[in-house]
């Protein structure tokens, strides 16, 4: 008993407010927030413009929206900036200098891990496995150049897993063909809590959480090629393991202590307290996310396809309920809230799809204004904090309101 409750303390979470959005996809990375609201009709609010490309998303704790990017002839410059949610004025900027490997696909970019917040720390990794710490003033807190640490880290088309903040542990995938693992590390001091081998295959995936239910520790969800594996993210011991394969790019979703992992299409598991492997709840084929991570939302759960073809189905059955075609390609994930979906494609078309219809249906649509001439994309998931929307493109922060 004394174990299990020093587990749960040491794992709970610095509060947060219910606006914030504090890594990828959102709290829980879930992709969904109940207390947002996505315009059926958006319009740009403000624009502030980015010195280098990325894939990162924006998250956002309180009044300040932070992003990183990557600049220079071999994408060595690494920014990390924070700007006023209100009116996008810039409140710092702080720049790295990369000690890592900066090779990546030309489609992607060095600034590709979604960086994440505790309520009073940033968390800022790179493709190069520079991963830094910064109070919310952008004081730097501490540095880690990882590759220093583990030189034989080697992945051609770049890492872009995003990191995940649990309790007092920042848990930090750095999973390729060669010295692959997921280290746990000290959210105060840098330095290792545990270090956990993994598969030595490339994978862009990022972990999430789970629960067995609201008052029980968390469990870290670590997902690759071979399947999905839960993990004590205090001491780094592995808890269980499922090992029928999964996606090494979408990632999985968890909803009512149930997790929805892309493997052979959807397969929901639901975790056993003994350690014994998770049961498989259905499996289904119907949503097939392929590169781009799921979203649930008001009972169902929602995945592209590589057409571009939106798909739904229940999370507690697996049925399949409709299929909506957009305008892609689609590379970031959709969000939802509200009874909606915001989906962005690679060329900055806003779709807005309304999930309550009975067959889906496209709400309102917007073209962000990209560089004319340029290769500009976006690719990166949206956040949201309230009424607003923030998008990141490759030049550019635009917040999207009513």
Not at 217 to 226: D, E, F, I, T
Not at 286 to 311: E, H, M, R, W, Y
């Amino acid at each position: 008993m004394k174990r299990l409750l020093a587990f749960s303390l040491a794992a709970l979470p610095f509060p947060l407010a219910a606006a914030d959005w504090p890594q990828f996809r959102g709290p829980d990375s879930a992709g969904t927030v109940a207390d947002a609201t996505i315009p059926a009709k958006p319009k740009i609010d403000w624009t502030a413009p980015l010195p280098g490309r990325g894939l990162a998303s924006p998250i956002i704790i309180g009044k300040k929206v932070f992003v990183t990017c990557s600049s220079g002839p071999k994408q060595e410059r690494l920014h990390v900036f924070c700007f006023d949610s209100d009116d996008g004025k810039k409140f710092w900027e702080r720049q790295l200098k990369a000690t890592g490997r900066t090779m990546s696909h030309p489609k992607t970019s060095i600034a590709a891990c979604t960086p994440c917040s505790d309520g009073k720390r940033v968390f800022a990794l790179f493709s190069s496995n520079d991963l830094a710490a910064f109070d919310l003033d952008g004081n730097l807190l501490w540095l880690r150049g990882l590759t220093v640490d583990y030189p034989n880290v080697s992945n051609s088309l770049g890492m872009a897993s995003s990191p995940l903040v649990v309790g007092e542990t920042l848990v930090t995938v750095i999973e390729n063909d060669s010295e692959s693992y997921t280290v746990g590390i000290d959210v105060k001091t840098g330095r290792n809590l545990w270090k956990l081998e993994r598969p030595k295959a490339a994978n862009w995936s990022s972990p999430v959480t789970w629960r067995a239910d609201a008052k029980s520790a968390p469990v870290v969800v670590l997902q690759s090629s071979k399947g999905l594996t839960g993990v004590d993210p205090v001491t780094g011991s592995v808890l269980w393991n499922y090992n029928e394969g999964a996606s090494t790019s979408s990632s999985s979703v968890v909803a009512q202590g149930v997790i929805y992992a892309p493997s052979n299409g959807i397969t929901a598991l639901s975790p056993k307290a003994d350690g014994s492997a998770p049961e498989r709840v259905w499996r289904s084929n119907q949503v097939n996310p392929k590169t781009i991570s799921p979203v649930i939302l008001d009972g169902k759960i929602f995945a592209f396809n590589s057409a571009g073809v939106l798909a739904s189905a229940e999370i507690k059955s697996g049925d399949a309920k409709w299929k909506l075609r957009l305008t892609g390609p689609f590379s970031g994930s959709p969000v939802g809230a509200n009874g909606r979906l915001i989906c962005v494609n690679e060329k900055g078309l806003v779709q807005i799809v309304d999930v309550t219809a009975p067959e889906g249906a496209l709400a309102g649509q917007l073209q962000l204004p990209l560089k004319e001439g340029s290769k500009e994309m976006v690719l990166s998931t949206p956040a949201l904090s309230g009424k607003n929307v923030f998008i990141r493109t490759d030049s550019a922060l635009w917040r999207l309101g009513e």
